[in-house]
């Protein structure tokens, strides 16, 4: 305590007085050490030599006996710091290139970790969410359908693994009795959804167990954002009532602002319960899936097997086709992600990788100039600094440049995450929500840190021990390039070289997926063609033929217009996904067995949508005017299903049976056979496909297709006007141009594409900077060498390949191991890859030439240089 | 480089021993750091060689904690030396320091002295 204040003291109080009396305290020893010797009777030079000699060095002692009185540790610190960033300004070139490498490297990995933070990392918004969980139910032939209400009610009352359960589905409605028909969204709920979800009522209250069951009062929750934009935000609007497909809904309540579950933005909550009946049989599925959180401890297959059980037990008491039906159980942080996690921890693993090679640039850099050092380490060495003290300072000095590095490296990250959201695919949860936050701020912090100490190592690692002597008279560089030294330098750079060629070829095949699925054939034609999308209310369509009857004459209108060329309809336009699939049969063949009863897309359209939609016609006939209600049920199918089941003859006047052959279900004769469409996005395989007539199979929710002369959006005021006449209470739920839509399906994968492509670029241009750096250096290292053997007859043809075979031997090297490694890696691409194999070897063969290309690129300024060597100027400067 | 001194043969001093040499040099009246080091040397026959190195910065510890004082004086042979003094807390520092190297240095000598003679 005492020792610390005096030096606090001391430090307030300046500290050059105290060297100066050291100094001369030491100076004043020394001359009383030199009497002495004297007097026993050396001569005064003599006796002044012995005394200075077996002194020690004085700077030395003088400096550890004032620096009893710092905080050495910390100031040492703060010198290493100042002599740091005067060596940063002396070789200004050097630094700049160091510090813009780093910052690159640490820039890209900054902006894609703050994407992959809030995407995947960061828990979701809802209590302990790492123990929520998504249910389902499963069968041989499909993951994650629709949980019935019978399974929900006998899960929810008998499992032993979660806390609670709520199922939950969304559905349209229109909302009435206010300006205008209001096209809405609701989240359909169980009671105790809110709870599980965190969610809290701003005002009134959410449901109970008493709202959410058949019978109990027609009872709905506000989401907050509907209420301020669409309802005025008034609390009066408690105890008012809303009009949503014509029947009255009492409000209970409305949340407090933030809460956001479903995919889409919901307008309000229903009451699940309310429509559902204890009696409904058990089988009998609707949308609803079912959220539930479980019981600290219990692992997701525990309480998968739990459910089983309870499945299980259910078939036996009260068996049906479903008997076989398991639970399927996922935790809700990975289904809300599973689309995007390849592709995000794909860029995670390329920017990975660039600072990687970043990284060993810089650290070449570092070793070819803490050779051109050595000198200078070895006179400080001579003059007594400790080897300890030297290695902290090249690390501090290696750090304050990383830091640097790093702080540009953050602004960059700032910057292109801004130009990222801009350019990102919608529909990516929670990506809009990406800042640089103090997540992302340690992240950075630390990848600056460790890039600090990984390339500050480097010349502590090869640098083995120093012979003073040598590096003194040697006067160059020679000093300390060892072997050790020389070799790491080419492994640094046949790694780079081999992290290339993988990021290249891996771009690479991203790029031709993505030519690939934008030139596919999409199996119609998507330019002009304005789609309208509308969903009868059932309240005011009651019947089939009241739905029949109005697309009648609503199509029949379209096709008056002036600037529609056709006019179509369809149930689930290509590239809307899926709107739903079902077994089938096809009658004839072979019985399957059950767990192998085939899937198909079923589909509706009108006689008209082919034509319209330019969809060929392989076979038979399209639909007709006379396949109608009463007449034989007719079905068109796609060529999957027709070269599947009938390879050598054609489909057509075979039957097909809607169901499979293990439940009841009707039967359709098989009328045509048409072209393939990307159902689910062009970069999708074709899926088997059942089309059944409109007529036949009414459904209220249809798009009309209207190919256009002109622009399509032209036409959408009168596309309005046309549905206002015919009834003025049914919004629209979408009118868009559809050559969009379907290029939208590409939105994701071009993204990521692009973003590949943009790390490769730069893998490329650091690994040519790599190389150029490391040949560079190789030829002024040996300029030297290079001039002797000039003087001695060598012809520049000999040099050139002397070195050429240099900068040769480590591109061979790493474009070998670069093959290999891609080669390996590729496995992990299979699922973003498109149309191409991931083994594609035409992509391996583009990949290495453009490496070999750049590096040439990058070797030829040395290697020119070498040749240029002037030996008789060179040696006489020697 | 001749080797006046043979380092390897002299004692090392353990951890705080040079400050307590030190004091105890200092008991007998003021001293410059050169006096102290021979002091030292000769009053444990050469078994201790003063390292500068240690010494120099040993006083300037003690000078921090107050436990000697410094002061520029003429010397005998009328040159300018600074010398050091006991402070009254180092006095009492030294007493405490001795008898814990006394009770040291008699368990030291038990424990390494031949068997069955402490117990005989």
Aim: net charge positive.
């Amino acid at each position: 305590m005492r020792e610390w204040w005096s030096k606090l003291r001391r430090t307030l109080a300046g500290r050059r007085g105290l060297t100066d009396d050291l100094a001369e305290e030491i100076e004043s020893n020394l001359h009383l050490a030199a009497e002495d010797h004297q007097a026993r009777g050396m001569e005064s030079d003599q006796a002044r030599a012995a005394a200075r000699r077996r002194f020690g060095n004085p700077t030395l002692i003088g400096e550890k006996a004032r620096d009893t009185w710092t905080f050495p540790r910390f100031e040492s610190f703060l010198q290493d710091l100042r002599y740091g960033a005067r060596s940063i300004r002396k070789a200004p070139g050097y630094s700049l290139v160091v510090i813009v490498t780093l910052a690159l490297g640490i820039g890209a990995n900054s902006a894609i970790f703050s994407v992959v933070d809030t995407v995947l990392l960061k828990p979701l918004p809802y209590p302990s969410a790492e123990r929520l969980v998504y249910l389902a139910e499963t069968h041989a032939k499909a993951e994650g359908i629709s949980v019935t209400w019978g399974n929900y009610r006998a899960w929810r009352k008998y499992n032993h693994s979660f806390e609670d359960m709520a199922g939950f589905q969304f559905d349209h409605l229109t909302l009435t009795g206010r300006d205008e028909p209001l096209f809405t969204t609701a989240g359909e709920v169980t009671s105790g959804f809110f709870a599980l979800v965190g969610a809290k009522p701003l005002l009134g209250r959410v449901f109970t167990d008493e709202d959410d069951r058949a019978g109990a009062n027609q009872t709905v929750v506000l989401d907050y954002d509907f209420w301020t934009t669409k309802l005025g935000g008034d609390s009066k609007i408690l105890d008012t009532a809303l009009a949503l497909n014509g029947r009255s809904y009492h409000v209970i309540g409305v949340l407090a602002p933030g809460l956001r579950f479903f995919p889409r933005a919901v307008d309000y909550y229903l009451p699940l319960g309310l429509f559902r009946r204890d009696s409904t049989p058990r089988d009998k599925h609707g949308s609803m899936r079912v959220l539930a959180r479980l019981r600290p401890g219990i692992t997701l297959s525990a309480a998968r097997t739990d459910l089983d059980q309870i499945l299980q037990r259910l078939a036996q008491e009260d068996p049906g086709p479903e008997n076989d039906h398991r639970a399927y159980a996922r935790f809700l942080a990975d289904t809300k992600t599973e689309d995007v996690r390849p592709a995000l921890w794909m860029l995670m693993g390329a920017v990975g990788l660039i600072l990687l090679i970043a990284c060993s640039n810089v650290a070449n850099l570092v070793l070819a100039r803490s050779a051109t050092r050595a000198r200078e380490i070895a006179i400080r060495t001579a003059i007594g600094a400790g080897k300890g003290r030297l290695v902290r300072q090249v690390l501090t000095e290696n750090l304050l440049i990383s830091a640097i590095g790093g702080a540009l490296g953050l602004f960059l990250a700032q910057w292109s995450m801004r130009v990222l959201l801009l350019m990102a695919p919608r529909g990516i949860p929670r990506l809009q929500e990406t800042a640089l936050d103090f997540r992302v701020l340690l992240f950075t912090a630390a990848l600056s840190i460790l890039t600090g100490l990984l390339v500050g190592l480097a010349p502590v690692f090869t640098a083995g021990k120093v012979d003073l002597t040598k590096a003194l008279n040697a006067g160059g560089r020679s000093g300390t390039d060892t072997k050790r030294a020389r070799s790491f330098r080419n492994v640094l750079v046949v790694a780079e070289i081999t992290i290339t060629v993988v990021l290249a070829f891996s771009s690479g095949l991203l790029l031709r997926s993505l030519m690939t699925a934008q030139n596919t054939n999409p199996g119609f034609d998507p330019s002009h063609v304005l789609a309208l999308e509308l969903v009868l209310p059932s309240s005011s369509y009651k019947d089939p033929q009241s739905v029949q009857n109005f697309y009648d004459r609503l199509l029949q209108d379209l096709r008056t217009l002036p600037g529609a060329k056709e006019v179509g309809a369809v149930y689930c336009p290509p590239s809307a996904g899926d709107c739903g699939d079902w077994w089938y049969s096809i009658i004839g063949q072979p019985v399957p067995a059950k767990s192998d009863v085939p899937l198909s897309l079923f589909n509706i359209a009108n006689p008209e949508y082919f034509e319209t939609m330019g969809i060929p016609l392989k076979e038979g006939r399209v639909f007709t005017a006379a396949d109608r209600q009463g007449a034989p049920q007719v079905a068109i199918v796609n060529e999957v299903i027709a070269r599947r089941w009938f390879p050598k003859e054609s489909a057509v006047g075979h039957s097909i049976k809607f169901g499979g052959p293990y439940q009841e279900g009707p039967i359709y004769e098989i009328v045509g056979v048409v072209g393939n469409v990307s159902q689910e996005g062009l970069d999708a395989q074709p899926m088997p496909e059942i089309y059944q007539p409109f007529a036949q199979r009414p459904s209220e929710a249809m798009v009309a297709m209207i190919r256009t002369s002109g622009a399509p959006n032209a036409l959408a005021p009168t596309v309005r006007r046309i549905v206002a006449s015919l009834d003025h209470n049914l919004p629209i739920q979408s009118l868009r141009s559809f050559e969009k839509r379907v290029a939208a399906t590409l939105d994701r994968r071009r993204f990521s594409t692009m973003l590949l492509a943009t790390f490769a670029g730069l893998a490329l241009l650091l690994s040519a900077v790599g190389v150029y750096g490391l040949l560079n250096y190789w030829v002024t290292a040996r300029e030297e060498e290079i001039a002797i053997r000039l003087a001695l007859g060598a012809s520049r043809e000999t040099i050139l390949r002397w070195a050429g075979w240099q900068a040769s031997q480590l591109l061979i090297a790493g474009i070998a191991l670069g093959v290999l490694a891609g080669w390996g890696a590729s496995h992990w691409l299979d699922t973003l890859v498109f149309g191409i194999s991931a083994r594609d070897a035409t992509m391996m063969i583009a990949a290495t030439l453009a490496v070999i290309a750049i590096a040439a690129l990058a070797a030829a300024v040395p290697l020119t240089r070498a040749t240029r060597i002037n030996a008789a100027v060179k040696l006489q400067r020697a | 480089m001749s080797t006046v001194d043979n380092l390897s043969e002299r004692l090392e001093f353990l951890q705080g021993t040079l400050e307590v040499l030190i004091l105890r040099s200092l008991q007998i009246g003021p001293n410059h750091a050169y006096g102290i080091g021979q002091f030292i040397e000769h009053n444990s026959d050469s078994e201790f060689l003063v390292d500068n190195g240690s010494l120099y910065p040993a006083l300037q510890r003690l000078l921090q904690r107050e436990w000697i004082a410094s002061q520029w004086k003429v010397s005998p042979n009328s040159r300018r030396a600074k010398y050091y003094r006991l402070t009254p807390l180092g006095r009492k520092q030294l007493t405490v320091a001795t008898t814990k190297w006394q009770r040291f240095v008699e368990a030291m000598g038990r424990v390494l002295a031949p068997k069955g003679q402490s117990n005989a």
